[in-house]
């Protein structure tokens, strides 16, 4: 594909609902990373992975969040017992290793 | 903490004037990259400067590293108004962002 892709790009969850953001990133890149931005912040680091290898996980906010990318290339980032405070919007980006970094265009998870 | 500061918060300018901001991080670094955001919309890289490079330039951008000051700036020359945008420096080891700079080009 042309760029990395997301899906959904817009998600509504009731509190207490299991929710999985996909990531498609480009072809070949080994990085992967998973970031959630609140409105009018910047994106907050959640956990990367090169390959399939995830090797930071330490912005994870608590062990409701999980992420994987079991075959190296898409990439599941999935919540659990959704919460109002998990509202946000949760980018992903992929990248060669340690270079510039190219960002889906994000979903948008709102907790009701 | 943030690795990536971002300075001034907002910036507010007129079209054709040049806007500058600051980035300043914490650790060594292999190199610092800036990244723009539209209202709305994903981030897209503008352009990545190696530690070992004091200075490189794209277009209407130009970019400065001080490794001894662990800060960089982001000059942008001749602003126009599609350049309304968000502004974040991120680092590479440690993959954080600041909260950006909001410039807001008035036409």
């Known amino acids: 594909g042309a760029g990395v892709s997301q899906s959904p790009r817009y998600k509504v969850a009731k509190r207490g609902q299991d929710v999985a953001l996909r990531c498609d990133p480009i072809?070949?890149?080994?990085?992967l990373f998973w970031y959630q931005q609140a409105l009018g912040q910047g994106p907050e680091f959640l956990t990367y992975f090169q390959n399939e290898a995830q090797l930071d996980k330490s912005g994870l906010p608590s062990d409701r969040f999980f992420a994987e990318r079991p075959e190296g290339s898409v990439s599941t980032l999935k919540i659990q017992r959704t919460q109002q405070e998990d509202s946000a919007v949760y980018l992903c980006?992929?990248?060669?290793?340690?270079?510039?970094?190219?960002f889906g265009p994000g979903t948008r998870l709102t907790v009701t | 903490s943030q690795q990536g500061e971002e300075d001034p918060q907002a910036l507010s300018i007129q079209e054709g004037e040049n806007a500058t901001m600051n980035c300043s991080y914490k650790t060594s670094i292999n190199n610092l990259q800036w990244y723009r955001q539209n209202s709305g919309r994903g981030l897209v890289h503008l352009i990545l400067i190696r530690s070992n490079e004091r200075e490189k330039h794209s277009g209407r951008l130009r970019v400065t590293l001080d490794t001894s000051k662990k800060s960089s700036s982001l000059l942008i020359t001749a602003s126009r108004a599609a350049d309304t945008a968000s502004y974040f420096c991120a680092t590479d080891l440690h993959r954080s962002f600041g909260a950006g700079t909001t410039v807001t080009v008035r036409a």
């Open positions: 072809s070949g890149h080994v990085s």
């Open positions: 980006a992929s990248s060669f290793l340690e270079s510039e970094q190219y």
